[in-house]
């Protein structure tokens, strides 16, 4: 396994690496300075009541585990998306200080995500392994160049900057850093970034129960990250450059990714989060979901702070400009939260997390959204197929067969049963309802609201209901009648 998921890794997720924080000089009430107060580092240790994964969580459904496996894979791609970011935070200085002219906090925002996504994704193939979970291993697809290699041009140098070596070793404390020139999953230099997150959360836009929100502006085929290091200062240029506006151009478009990325993630958490039946797993990806809305908040807190510009030419021949949020923050404002929104017919709108559902959120979904922005280029027709597989595998958790009433007691010939709480994972359902006990009549077996007929008098009559989605998958459900009449 790649070494950002080593075993070593993993060992040293129990260690520390945190140092201690000073804090600046205050005033007292006489206007007198205070003598600098450290704070201690905290000290972790192992809970010694933490109970093993298999005394809580048992065995994994293969519904469950199908989750898993693609969450596993999400976090890869992410960890590698993020680690290309946290190089060119710790080694390439004038895209850092990009980075701070458009708020001092970015650096250590972008370092500790990458800090979370690592824990993330090690810690759920720790969990897969520990309940027997098929293994996901992504390497031989870790082939594509590592575009920003040459704009790190501080590599093997020390980090003296207190910030970044803080967060650096909040990095260790969990697990390693890819080198420079690795291998990677995702391509970063030609993104048809999505940014239509900004109208969805700043007004009352609900992709699960209205059309997909209208983006922003176009940004295709867009650089996020530096490609060159930094020759001059001043100018404008194209993204992924070599002058300092260049890479304040990067800088501005990389937030804007870092934002919609984190809000997706968060999204995807949720969708498939509802499927899972083991609670205890639901309660651990309940538990990640809200860190990625976490990041969402710090990056779009950052976007807003950017000044825009010229940020390079698009698939056409227009220069192409980002607003200037922080001036016309009155004409555009940009969601730090997510605007109320509807949710049911006849209810209030509500502040949640959109979309949600298997069609916009799910693992399909998202493996497409990646592709349409191009953060694959370069990948062969296999690595979109293992994408795509474990993707529908996990859908197909979504996939539930429903049939009540459950236990009814009838002297009615006939009585109608009720498909409601059937979900597809997958496109539409297809239904079908045969009797497996007592002899019976099935009218509208292949609707979703089948009726019975029971044809052998007193005693019981169970019905078996199987639902297809549109992707094959199939789901089963029983219920039993116990039929009082002659």
Do not use: C
């Amino acid at each position: 396994m790649h070494d950002a998921f080593s075993d070593a890794s993993r060992r040293a997720f129990l260690r520390t690496g945190l140092a201690a924080t000073a804090l600046t000089s205050l005033p007292t009430a006489k206007g007198q300075s205070q003598t600098p107060t450290t704070i201690p580092a905290p000290v972790l240790t192992t809970p010694v009541n933490a109970p093993s994964a298999m005394e809580r969580i048992g065995t994994a459904s293969a519904g469950d585990a199908a989750i898993l496996r693609f969450s596993i894979a999400n976090e890869m791609i992410g960890g590698d998306l993020w680690s290309q970011y946290a190089n060119q935070v710790l080694y390439n200085p004038a895209f850092t200080a990009a980075l701070r002219a458009i708020d001092p906090m970015l650096p250590r925002y972008i370092l500790e995500t990458y800090r979370d996504e690592l824990s993330h994704g090690m810690f759920l193939m720790a969990l897969g392994s520990a309940l027997g979970v098929e293994p996901v291993n992504l390497d031989s697809f870790r082939t594509l160049p590592d575009p920003g290699q040459p704009a790190l041009t501080a590599v093997g140098q020390t980090i003296t900057d207190p910030e970044l070596s803080n967060a650096l070793a909040g990095i260790r404390a969990v697990g390693t850093l890819p080198a420079a020139g690795a291998g990677r999953l995702v391509n970063l230099t030609q993104l048809n970034l999505d940014t239509s997150f900004v109208n969805k959360y700043r007004a009352a836009i609900n992709p699960d129960v209205q059309p997909e929100a209208a983006a922003l502006l176009a940004l295709p085929n867009q650089s996020t990250i530096p490609q060159q290091a930094q020759t001059g200062s001043g100018g404008t240029g194209g993204t992924g450059g070599t002058s300092g506006g260049a890479q304040q151009a990067t800088a501005n478009l990389a937030v804007m990714h870092m934002a919609g990325n984190e809000q997706m993630e968060g999204s995807t958490y949720t969708a498939l989060g509802g499927l899972l039946q083991n609670r205890e797993l639901l309660r651990l990806m309940a538990s990640i979901m809200p860190v990625e809305m976490m990041h969402y908040t710090v990056f779009a807190t950052s976007l807003a702070k950017t000044q825009g510009g010229p940020v390079g030419m698009g698939t056409g021949s227009a220069a192409i400009n980002l607003p200037d949020f922080r001036a016309q923050a009155a004409q555009i404002p940009l969601p730090i939260l997510p605007a109320p929104a509807p949710v049911y017919d006849g209810l209030p709108l509500v502040s949640v997390i959109r979309p949600t559902t298997l069609p916009r959120a799910g693992a399909v979904a998202t493996v497409q959204k990646l592709t349409a922005m191009n953060l694959f280029a370069g990948q062969p027709p296999a690595f979109f197929t293992a994408m795509m597989q474990l993707a529908q595998a996990a859908d197909a958790a979504g996939t539930v067969a429903a049939i009540g009433p459950r236990n009814v007691q009838t002297n009615v010939n006939e009585v109608a049963l009720s498909t409601v709480g059937s979900t597809s994972g997958n496109g539409a359902l297809t239904y079908s309802l045969r009797p497996v006990q007592g002899s019976a009549a099935v009218i509208g077996g292949d609707t979703p609201t089948p009726r019975v007929q029971f044809q052998g008098g007193y005693g019981y009559y169970t019905f078996e209901l199987t639902v297809t989605d549109a992707a094959g998958n199939t789901a089963r459900d029983l219920t039993t009648v116990f039929y009082t009449g002659q």
